[in-house]
């Protein structure tokens, strides 16, 4: 079975800088998929960004980009000019590629990183 | 914009009640999730399905049934709550093809079982 594994429960970072989210992961599969979901106060679970396995280049999404390190199993998020509107709960995640015989599979999600951003 | 429905907010029951939370997609959907969200545990699949009336085990499928009778409705059951049972539930859909592995998420009903 995967595991996903965010180490940091909380971070905080200044409006304005640059602050970076761990992830790492550990599965014997090759292709896969990682994503990165934001929870605001809302509860609304939000996709942020994600990112295929078997692409070498590291996904971006306006100022929120990833740190892909296939071998190392690792799977950060850098979030560049914080706002005030990042503050949230992050959750890494994991998907197969591959489906199990029904066609659909959750998502192994981490603990979670409480994102504080300081005005 | 998909939109992911579950009927409550807030839930507030006795430990042996039965429970029903209700979930609702509007985008023909063919596969559900229902989570559990625990602080300090994140998300963890309770049960899933990818039809109607075809149901599977998650990570903690215990104290838990479900019912899909319809496509667009997927309802997570506690047959007799419990304390223990008091989190976050989030329920979740998403289509079988090209792109399915994103979610969708709903708001989320937080039970208190007392």
């Known amino acids: 079975a995967q595991t996903v594994t965010q180490s940091q429960p909380e971070m905080s970072v200044q409006e304005a800088e640059t602050v970076t989210l761990s992830c790492t992961y550990d599965t014997s599969e090759s292709d896969y998929y990682l994503f990165w979901y934001k929870q605001p106060p809302s509860r609304q679970m939000i996709l942020v960004i994600r990112?295929?396995?078997?692409?070498?280049q590291n996904a971006t999404e306006n100022r929120f980009s990833v740190n892909f390190q296939k071998a190392a199993k690792s799977f950060s998020l850098k979030i560049s000019d914080s706002q005030l509107g990042d503050a949230a709960m992050y959750f890494c995640a994991y998907r197969s590629y591959y489906l199990s015989g029904g066609g659909a599979d959750g998502l192994t999600f981490g603990k979670g990183t409480h994102l504080i951003i300081q005005p | 914009d998909v939109k992911v429905t579950q009927s409550s907010r807030y839930l507030v029951k006795r430990t042996g009640e039965k429970v029903f939370l209700e979930c609702v997609q509007d985008?023909?959907?063919?596969?559900m999730f229902w989570y559990r969200q625990d602080p300090g545990l994140g998300l963890r699949l309770i049960y899933f399905?990818?039809?109607?009336?075809?149901?599977e085990k998650g990570d903690i499928p215990e104290g838990y049934s479900v019912s899909r009778e319809k496509k667009e409705r997927f309802s997570l059951i506690l047959e007799s709550a419990s304390t223990n049972q008091t989190s976050m539930y989030l329920c979740?859909?998403?289509?079988?093809?090209?792109?399915?592995?994103?979610?969708?998420f709903g708001s989320g009903t937080q039970l208190s079982v007392l």
């Open positions: 979740a859909s998403s289509f079988t093809g090209q792109g399915n592995e994103k979610l969708f």
């Open positions: 985008m023909d959907h063919e596969n």
């Open positions: 399905s990818y039809d109607v009336k075809m149901k």
């Open positions: 990112q295929e396995a078997y692409k070498q």
